[in-house]
């Protein structure tokens, strides 16, 4: 079993920048692929960014260039660091575990999940 923290959520403006942090408990945290997904009211849950192991990175369109996914496996965390946010990416935003490892983009592939942090932004 895996518990994920996510912490660093909050309100901001539009234009402004976040920081969120999942730490994680895992002892083969370095093994895995770690993802980021958002769900907003009344939308499905969507892919946001994912890395794997040796952090190679993949984001979602509607993201990249503004936001960017990294990890410390030392740590056993990993960041999302949200730029140039939109009245569009608030949401609550949760960070996920995929063992196997594929950094996949789908969420039915991720096997732990944390308990998610409310992004607002503002105009």
């Known amino acids: 079993q895996v518990q994920l923290v996510e912490s660093g959520g909050g309100l901001v403006q539009a234009g402004g920048s976040l920081s969120l942090t999942c730490s994680a408990s895992?002892?083969?945290?370095?093994?895995?692929?770690m993802g980021w997904f958002r769900q907003a009211p009344g939308k499905e849950r969507e892919f946001v960014a994912t890395?794997?192991?040796?952090?190679?990175?993949y984001y979602a369109d509607s993201v990249k260039g503004r936001f960017t996914i990294s990890r410390d496996n030392a740590k056993r965390t990993v960041y999302l660091q949200m730029n140039s946010l939109k009245l569009e990416d608030t949401a609550v935003y949760y960070c996920a575990v995929e063992a196997q490892g594929w950094a996949s983009q789908l969420s039915r592939d991720y096997d732990y999940w944390g308990q998610g942090t409310q992004v607002t932004v503002s105009s």
């Open positions: 890395i794997t192991w040796a952090s190679i990175t």
């Open positions: 895992a002892r083969t945290f370095g093994n895995y692929a």
